[in-house]
């Protein structure tokens, strides 16, 4: 068995699922190819189905809208939130679901963000001007936090892990980790 990389396990993974092989008979079928369980794990999981993609697509491409929207917006404010969206825009785009934890990310502290300002601005300019430029923002992260953790969830849903005893080449009883997948 050769050394097999991530690239090479994500295209055989991508093969076999357009081929209409459930997710278990994927990883079953890679694990041929490579060892590392817990990396040939990962692989199958973070690519998606097409049956998932068909389901939650619109709701990425509803994403990739609002981050879009978002870009044209921070393009007239000169803003260097920028980069950000750009970057989380890239990765909406190729659909690398195992980065949208940086959304999440994002969200979170573009809230803390909005929620120091608001108190801020609370002190200087008083409640009601304050609240209602957090209510007007706060959107914005919950989007973000809400599809990063959403979208990861529906598309790509984690696998069970479970100990198997079996008997080594040596005649030893050994414990290995085996992942399941449910399509």
């Given amino acids: 068995m050769s050394k097999v990389n991530k690239e090479t396990l994500k295209k055989e993974a991508a093969k ?8 278990q008979e994927v990883y079953e079928a890679l694990l041929a ?25 619109i709701w990425n491409t509803l994403f990739l809208v609002f981050i879009s929207v978002l ?5 007239f404010q000169l803003s260097i939130n920028i980069i ?3 970057l989380l825009l890239i990765i909406v785009a190729m659909k690398r ?34 609240l209602l430029r957090f209510v007007y923002v706060l959107p914005i992260p919950i989007v973000f936090i809400a599809a990063g953790i959403i979208l990861t969830q529906k598309i790509t849903p984690k696998f069970r892990e479970k100990k198997e005893k079996y008997i080594d080449k040596h005649g030893r009883e050994r414990i290995r980790i085996v992942h399941l997948f449910e399509d």
């Fill in 16 to 23: 076999h699922l357009n081929q209409g092989k459930t997710k």
């Fill in 33 to 57: 190819l490579s060892r590392n369980r817990s990396l040939v794990a990962n692989v199958v999981r973070y690519t998606p189905t097409k049956k998932k993609i068909k389901k939650w697509g």
């Fill in 71 to 75: 870009i044209l917006l921070s393009l």
């Fill in 84 to 86: 950000w969206l750009v």
């Fill in 97 to 130: 679901f195992e980065l949208y934890y940086f959304h999440t990310i994002f969200g979170v502290l573009v809230f803390l963000g909005f929620s120091g300002l608001f108190f801020y601005q609370m002190v200087n300019e008083g409640f009601n001007q304050s």
